[in-house]
C-alpha cells in the first residue's frame, strides 16, 4: 500500500491597522485625495492558511488593503521564502499603499513606513500560519443564494455578478476547526467618500460572525469586483455609508457561507497544484502613466519608456484521484465579472467590435467548486473584456456620457492578455 501525504493547514493572523501617529498623516485610499484618518474603527489584518503536501507549504493570504503592488508582493515573497499569494481585499476605508489618493493630485498617498509594516506583518502571518500546520481535512461549501446579490449594485452594462459564495472550512482530523477560507466579490466601499475611521467595512463583519458560526479563523479572499461591484446603491435598509449596512452585509454573507457549510462532506485532497505565468501589459492609460512619471507609486509599478506593466496570473488546483476538487485563478487586478462567469456583450459604440470573445475564467475550470482571487499579487485596476472596451465616443449604448471604467484601467489588452495566460496555466500539465 503505497502511504499518501498527509493533508495540513495552519491559519495566521496578524493586525495592520496604521498607527496614525507613526504612520501618518494617514491617507485613506480609494475615492478622492486628501483624506486624511481620523481615527480607527476597526483593526485591519493580514490573514494566512496555509495547506500542505510533503512539506512544501501554499500560503494563501487576505489583506486589509485597497491593493499592493507586485514590488511588494514580491519582497513579501522573498523574505518568507515560500510560496505564497498575497490578495488584498480592495478596502476602501483603508490606507492609501498605492499612492493614488496623497494630499493632492501630484503627490504620493504612500506612507513607507506604513507599506513596510503590512509587508512585515503579512510575512509574520505567513510564517505563523506555516507554524501552525497540522493534519487536516477540508470541507468545501458553495452557495448562489438570491440573497447575495441584493449587497451588490453594478454600474456599468451587462449587469453581471460573480456573486458565488465559496468556502474551505480546514478542521484538524477529529473535527476541531482551523479555519475558514471565504471567497466573495464586493467592493468593501460600503462607509463611503465621507468616513475617515479606519476600518476593514464588510469585511471585517463577516469574518468575526463566520469564525463564530464555524470557529477557527476566517481568511477573507476578495473575487471579480470589477464593473462594478459595490454596496453603494445597493437597495438594502440600512442607511447607505454606514458600519450598520457594512455589519449586515458582512453578516448575511457569513450566516449564508456558515449554512452552505453544514453538512458538507470531507473532500479528499492528495495533490496541490500552483503555476504562475508572467505577463506584459502594454498601457495605454495616459493617466497611468502620468502617475508613474509623477512618481505617485514611489518607486513601484516602473513601466519603463515602453509603457508595459509586468503582472503576474496563477492557477491554484487541489485534487485527488477522482480530478480536481477546488480551482483558483489568482488575477492581478479587479476583474469584470463577465471575464469570470462568461456573459460578455457586443454593445454599439465599441471601440473594437469585433475583439474575440474572451474565454472566462470560471467556465475554463472544472471542478465543482471554483475560486477567483481579486487583485492577488498586484493591482493592476479594470480588467475589461476588450470587444466592451470604450475609450472613445459614441458611447456603449448610445450613454450620452463615458461610462466608468476606462479611467481606471491599464488598457484593451489586459483582459485579452489575463484570460489567454489563465487558458495556458489550465492546460499545462
Ligand atoms: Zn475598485
Given at each position: 500500500?503505497?502511504?499518501?501525504?498527509?493533508?495540513?493547514?495552519?491559519?495566521?493572523?496578524?493586525?495592520?491597522?496604521?498607527?496614525?501617529?507613526?504612520?501618518?498623516?494617514?491617507?485613506?485610499?480609494?475615492?478622492?485625495?486628501?483624506?486624511?484618518?481620523?481615527?480607527?474603527?476597526?483593526?485591519?489584518?493580514?490573514r494566512c492558511m496555509a495547506l500542505q503536501l510533503v512539506r512544501r507549504p501554499l500560503v494563501l493570504c487576505g489583506v486589509d488593503s485597497i491593493g499592493l503592488f507586485l514590488d511588494d508582493v514580491k519582497k513579501i515573497r522573498e523574505r518568507l521564502g515560500e510560496r505564497v499569494v498575497v490578495s488584498s481585499t480592495h478596502d476602501h476605508e483603508a490606507p492609501d499603499?498605492?499612492?493614488?489618493?496623497?494630499?493632492?493630485?501630484?503627490?504620493?498617498?504612500?506612507?513607507?513606513?506604513?507599506?513596510?509594516?503590512?509587508?512585515?506583518?503579512?510575512?509574520?502571518?505567513?510564517?505563523?500560519?506555516?507554524?501552525?500546520?497540522?493534519?487536516?481535512?477540508?470541507?468545501?461549501?458553495?452557495?448562489?443564494?438570491?440573497?447575495?446579490?441584493?449587497?451588490?449594485?453594478?454600474?456599468?452594462?451587462?449587469?453581471?455578478?460573480?456573486?458565488?459564495?465559496?468556502?474551505?472550512?480546514?478542521?484538524?482530523?477529529?473535527?476541531?476547526?482551523?479555519?475558514?477560507?471565504?471567497?466573495?466579490?464586493?467592493?468593501?466601499?460600503?462607509?463611503?467618500?465621507?468616513?475617515?475611521?479606519?476600518?476593514?467595512?464588510?469585511?471585517?463583519?463577516?469574518?468575526?460572525?463566520?469564525?463564530?458560526?464555524?470557529?477557527?479563523?476566517?481568511?477573507?479572499?476578495?473575487?471579480?469586483?470589477?464593473?462594478?461591484?459595490?454596496?453603494?446603491?445597493?437597495?438594502?435598509?440600512?442607511?447607505?455609508?454606514?458600519?450598520?449596512?457594512?455589519?449586515?452585509?458582512?453578516?448575511?454573507?457569513?450566516?449564508?457561507?456558515?449554512?452552505?457549510?453544514?453538512?458538507?462532506?470531507?473532500?479528499?485532497?492528495?495533490?496541490?497544484?500552483?503555476?504562475?505565468?508572467?505577463?506584459?501589459?502594454?498601457?495605454a492609460n495616459v493617466n497611468f502613466q502620468l502617475a508613474g512619471k509623477a512618481n505617485l507609486f514611489a518607486g513601484r509599478k516602473n513601466m519603463g519608456t515602453e509603457n508595459v506593466m509586468t503582472s503576474v496570473v496563477g492557477y491554484i488546483r487541489l485534487s485527488n484521484g477522482e480530478g480536481p476538487v477546488l480551482e483558483i485563478a489568482t488575477i492581478p487586478g479587479?476583474?469584470?465579472?463577465?471575464?469570470?462567469?462568461?456573459?460578455?456583450?457586443?454593445?454599439?459604440?465599441?471601440?473594437?467590435?469585433?475583439?474575440?470573445?474572451?474565454?472566462?475564467?470560471?467556465?475554463?475550470?472544472?471542478?465543482?467548486?471554483?475560486?477567483?482571487?481579486?487583485?492577488?499579487?498586484?493591482?493592476?485596476?479594470?480588467?475589461?473584456?476588450?470587444?466592451?472596451?470604450?475609450?472613445?465616443?459614441?458611447?456603449?449604448?448610445?450613454?450620452?456620457?463615458?461610462?466608468?471604467?476606462?479611467?481606471?484601467?491599464?488598457?484593451?489588452?489586459?483582459?485579452?492578455?489575463?484570460?489567454?495566460?489563465?487558458?495556458?496555466?489550465?492546460?499545462?500539465?
Amino acid at each position: 500500500m503505497p502511504v499518501l501525504a498527509q493533508f495540513q493547514a495552519g491559519v495566521g493572523s496578524g493586525v495592520i491597522t496604521p498607527d496614525l501617529g507613526k504612520h501618518g498623516p494617514v491617507y485613506i485610499a480609494g475615492f478622492s485625495q486628501n483624506r486624511r484618518a481620523t481615527g480607527v474603527h476597526d483593526d485591519l489584518y493580514a490573514r494566512c492558511m496555509a495547506l500542505q503536501l510533503v512539506r512544501r507549504p501554499l500560503v494563501l493570504c487576505g489583506v486589509d488593503s485597497i491593493g499592493l503592488f507586485l514590488d511588494d508582493v514580491k519582497k513579501i515573497r522573498e523574505r518568507l521564502g515560500e510560496r505564497v499569494v498575497v490578495s488584498s481585499t480592495h478596502d476602501h476605508e483603508a490606507p492609501d499603499t498605492l499612492g493614488l489618493w496623497g494630499p493632492d493630485r501630484a503627490t504620493t498617498g504612500i506612507q513607507e513606513a506604513y507599506n513596510e509594516f503590512v509587508i512585515e506583518r503579512t510575512v509574520q502571518a505567513a510564517r505563523e500560519a506555516i507554524r501552525n500546520l497540522k493534519p487536516a481535512r477540508i470541507k468545501l461549501a458553495k452557495t448562489a443564494d438570491a440573497e447575495l446579490d441584493t449587497f451588490i449594485h453594478d454600474t456599468r452594462p451587462p449587469v453581471r455578478h460573480d456573486s458565488e459564495l465559496v468556502l474551505m472550512l480546514a478542521e484538524e482530523v477529529n473535527g476541531n476547526p482551523i479555519g475558514v477560507l471565504v471567497n466573495w466579490a464586493n467592493h468593501p466601499e460600503t462607509l463611503g467618500s465621507k468616513n475617515t475611521l479606519i476600518t476593514s467595512d464588510y469585511a471585517g463583519f463577516l469574518r468575526a460572525r463566520l469564525e463564530e458560526l464555524a470557529g477557527g479563523t476566517a481568511v477573507f479572499i476578495n473575487g471579480a469586483v470589477g464593473g462594478m461591484q459595490s454596496p453603494l446603491g445597493a437597495k438594502l435598509e440600512q442607511p447607505e455609508n454606514s458600519f450598520e449596512r457594512a455589519n449586515h452585509i458582512g453578516r448575511r454573507v457569513a450566516e449564508l457561507g456558515a449554512a452552505a457549510l453544514r453538512g458538507a462532506p470531507v473532500a479528499a485532497v492528495d495533490q496541490i497544484t500552483f503555476r504562475e505565468k508572467t505577463i506584459q501589459v502594454p498601457v495605454a492609460n495616459v493617466n497611468f502613466q502620468l502617475a508613474g512619471k509623477a512618481n505617485l507609486f514611489a518607486g513601484r509599478k516602473n513601466m519603463g519608456t515602453e509603457n508595459v506593466m509586468t503582472s503576474v496570473v496563477g492557477y491554484i488546483r487541489l485534487s485527488n484521484g477522482e480530478g480536481p476538487v477546488l480551482e483558483i485563478a489568482t488575477i492581478p487586478g479587479e476583474m469584470y465579472p463577465e471575464l469570470s462567469v462568461g456573459g460578455i456583450e457586443r454593445y454599439s459604440g465599441a471601440d473594437f467590435p469585433d475583439a474575440p470573445l474572451e474565454p472566462p475564467i470560471k467556465q475554463q475550470m472544472k471542478a465543482p467548486f471554483r475560486m477567483l482571487f481579486g487583485l492577488a499579487n498586484d493591482e493592476m485596476g479594470y480588467i475589461i473584456p476588450k470587444a466592451e472596451w470604450d475609450q472613445t465616443a459614441p458611447w456603449l449604448k448610445d450613454a450620452t456620457k463615458r461610462w466608468y471604467g476606462e479611467v481606471n484601467s491599464p488598457g484593451p489588452e489586459a483582459a485579452p492578455m489575463i484570460n489567454n495566460a489563465f487558458a495556458d496555466l489550465i492546460k499545462e500539465k
